[in-house]
């Protein structure tokens, strides 16, 4: 049982827009999605980057049976999003960071019993799942709260125990942890890990918080204009970019002499006198050992580390470059 | 001892959820959750309650005036808008929800709707149940039934069967006008003024003796926006009333029938205004 959970093939979403008032308004096409391919199997966790505006929300509604394609296809859990809605609707679980699905005046316990009748749960079996979530997602201190009483981070936790209640073969997460704080956001990525470690859950998150992606999804996808910019690994990303790695050490004594290094690394600042150098190189010429090496000629090196390029950086490179990178085939 | 109990336990737990029972937990939370605020909720009861007596109270002046009105004296009028109000207050309450669909389309709520298992409209219907809007059915009926007993009406089985009846056509039509006006809002983002011109205009209209109204008036909220069958016209035969031009005895009849086909017609609006904002485009 393997069906693969996304399969989109030259998806393409265009939107009408009326510019001006009256009389003068001018009808003008807009293409948010322009032929997105994508497969994702089951048990992927996939970070779907992008910047606002870049057709990320749009390609979630279609995948979720909110929006038609205006051409290309896309099944989801091998259903046909729009027309089977419904259906889907029981495979899938969606948190809309910004909206909430959960009843705005209610205590937040109160809002579990209502989804599980939508999704015809029999009680023994969402009692049993709903005391897991509650318990790993920590909602017991808040549960009898109305819902517009909670904290930012209480309610996505409870936006996610209500979107994952009837264990969905496919969560997606627009912005789950946009606006929580460094704990709440630890907490909620922590959950997410483990609800697909055991359970096989596949994740598809958009974000704009890098540290979603890197502690979450093994695959990036990121989309600019519309079509896929790069599709890979974290690594690869960083292959695809050939980013600046940077190396820093701490020497024993000052060098006395200009520091000699390989092609390809050069000394971007010195602290304390010199003793402090940070090395910048380039991860496709040079290794972090050739560089350590060419130092240790030279002097004692006493403490080192390595500070690899942010993510968002790179992602600003793939952007900039413009060109679409596919740094390996997609997973079949 | 404790296998004894999950086996006792297991059946009623595992039992196959029905579609009844998902709409008892949807609306029992609603009704719950109003019950939590008992004196709002009684406040909220009295002035619906107010809102219609005073209402009422139009009627009362111009008819106290004019002797009758519309071929109607005060207790057939007071007949009149008595079986309105207990239409449009039961289906304000079933379906008075659906004035909010614009607010689900603006902020972007009915988005979390449509990725549930369950039908649009009913999540709608029963997002937000308001008890409260019984009071004007309450008032409605108290009016209906005290209006007829004055009126000396000469109870046949067949005025007996109309009486009953004519509430649960008025019930339809409205709800129907309610889910036309709902649909409106997914081609006409603030619809709401141009739905309000139907569904309280024919609130209005139901509730006064149509004989009055000027015959192209009348004819549009007969035949058009069928307003008058809620109310004045089942009312005019069971209190032996005039009838106007172009309206028969027969029509009485006619408000679960009209009602029924403006469900069957709305519904079809409706999905296609679904159909509208998961579309294509255009």
Redesign the interface.
């Known amino acids: 049982m393997s069906t693969t959970i996304i399969d989109a093939e030259e998806l393409t ?4 827009v009326y510019d001006g008032g009256g009389l003068r308004r001018t009808r003008r ?1 807009v293409r948010a999605v322009d032929g997105l391919t994508l497969r994702v199997e089951p048990g992927e966790a996939v970070g779907y980057i992008g910047a606002n505006g870049s057709g990320k929300s749009t390609t979630i ?1 279609m995948v ?7 051409s290309g296809s896309v099944r989801t859990c091998g259903l046909r999003p ?1 027309p089977d ?3 889907l ?2 495979r ?1 679980g ?1 948190v ?1 960071g ?4 959960l ?1 705005w ?2 205590p937040l316990e ?1 809002s579990f ?13 969402w ?1 049993r799942r709903f005391d897991v979530l509650a318990d790993e997602l920590d909602l017991s201190s808040f549960l009898a709260r109305p819902v517009r009483t909670l904290s930012l981070g209480q309610r996505m936790r409870g936006e996610v125990a209500a979107a994952l209640l009837h264990s969905p073969a496919l969560a997606v997460l627009d912005e789950p942890t946009i606006g929580l704080d460094m704990i709440s956001k630890e907490n909620l990525r922590r959950f997410l890990a483990r609800e697909r470690a055991e359970r096989g859950t596949t994740l598809l998150l958009t974000t704009h918080d890098m540290g979603d992606v890197q502690r979450l999804c093994d695959r990036m996808v990121v989309i600019d204009g519309g079509r896929v910019a790069f599709d890979g690994t974290e690594a690869d990303l960083v292959a695809t970019t050939d980013a600046e790695r940077i190396l820093v050490v701490d020497l024993e004594e000052p060098l006395t002499d200009v520091v000699r290094l390989p092609d390809g690394a050069s000394v971007t600042a010195t602290e304390a006198d010199g003793a402090r150098l940070s090395i910048a190189f380039r991860p496709r010429q040079l290794s972090a050992a050739q560089v350590l090496a060419a130092v240790q000629a030279q002097g004692e090196v006493v403490e080192l580390s390595l500070a690899e390029p942010a993510i968002e950086d790179l992602v600003r490179r793939i952007y900039a470059s413009g060109a679409s990178h596919t740094a390996s085939p997609p997973p079949l | 001892m404790a296998d004894a109990r999950a086996q006792t336990r297991t059946p009623v737990d595992l039992a196959p959820v029905t579609w009844w029972f998902m709409v008892r937990t949807m609306v029992g939370a609603r009704i719950r959750a109003q019950a939590g605020f008992r004196s709002s909720f009684a406040a909220d009861l009295a002035s619906q309650l107010l809102l219609a007596a005073t209402e009422f109270v139009e009627i009362y002046v111009l008819l106290h005036n004019a002797p009758v009105f519309g071929g109607m004296n005060l207790a057939q009028a007071t007949v009149v808008y008595g079986l309105a109000c207990v239409a449009f207050g039961v289906a304000d309450m079933l379906f008075g929800q659906l004035d909010s669909m614009h607010s689900f389309i603006r902020e972007g709520r009915l988005e979390t709707l449509l990725v549930r298992p369950t039908s649009l409209l009913l999540q709608l219907v029963t997002a937000d149940v308001q008890l409260r809007r019984l009071g004007r059915a309450a008032f409605g009926l108290a009016a209906y039934l005290f209006a007829l007993s004055i009126c000396g009406v000469e109870w046949t089985p067949d005025k007996i069967a109309l009486a009953a009846l004519a509430p649960v056509g008025g019930i339809l039509i409205f709800g129907a006008l309610f889910l036309a006006s709902g649909s409106l809002h997914f081609w006409v983002l603030d619809g709401q003024q141009a739905g309000n011109a139907f569904v309280y205009g024919g609130r209005y209209v139901s509730s006064v003796p149509a004989g009055a109204l000027m015959t192209p008036v009348r004819v549009f909220f007969t035949f058009v926006v069928p307003a008058t069958l809620v109310a004045f016209v089942p009312s005019a035969v069971l209190v032996d009333a005039p009838l106007p031009e172009f309206t028969t005895a027969g029509m009485a009849w006619l408000g679960i029938p009209v009602g029924l086909a403006l469900w069957a017609v709305v519904l079809l609006v409706w999905r296609a205004g679904i159909r509208r904002y998961t579309g294509a485009g255009g």
């Open positions: 979403r265009e939107f009408v096409v509604k979720s049976g909110i929006l038609t394609p205006t729009v809605r419904r259906v609707a029981r899938i969606v809309f910004q909206r909430s699905a009843w005046d209610l109160e019993p209502i989804l599980a009748a939508m999704h015809r749960m029999p009680r023994a079996v009692l």
